[in-house]
């Protein structure tokens, strides 16, 4: 049978999304400094791109609309990002 959520419930998720909102900028922060002290280091890239997709679903998450994230994120961005033509997981150029 289908509860809805308190009140309670609801802030303690939107504060919990806030803290992991916040530990995926300071992540992000910090794959950007290693790649900049490591030169163009694409380990870095790919990690800050990762990130990024999450902090995205995150969002959405926050939103109501988490099904739909996957479907909105254009691959040809994050493979810009990431400096290559292929997408994550894949072989890179």
């Given at each position: 049978?289908?509860?809805?959520?308190?009140?309670?419930?609801?802030?303690?998720?939107?504060?919990?999304l806030d803290e992991l909102?916040?530990?995926?900028?300071?992540?992000?922060?910090?794959?950007?400094?290693?790649?900049?002290?490591?030169?163009?280091?694409?380990?870095?890239?790919?990690?800050?791109?990762?990130?990024?997709?999450?902090?995205?679903?995150?969002?959405?998450?926050?939103?109501?609309?988490?099904?739909?994230v996957r479907q909105e994120?254009?691959?040809?961005?994050?493979?810009?990002?990431?400096?290559?033509?292929?997408?994550?997981?894949?072989?890179?150029?």
């Open positions: 049978m289908y509860r809805a959520p308190s009140h309670a419930d609801i802030l303690s998720r939107t504060r919990w909102t916040q530990a995926i900028g300071q992540a992000q922060r910090l794959a950007w400094r290693l790649g900049v002290e490591d030169g163009d280091c694409l380990t870095a890239r790919e990690l800050y791109a990762r990130l990024e997709a999450v902090r995205t679903e995150v969002e959405a998450l926050r939103y109501g609309d988490w099904l739909d994120i254009d691959s040809s961005w994050l493979a810009s990002l990431l400096g290559t033509t292929e997408l994550l997981g894949e072989a890179t150029s």
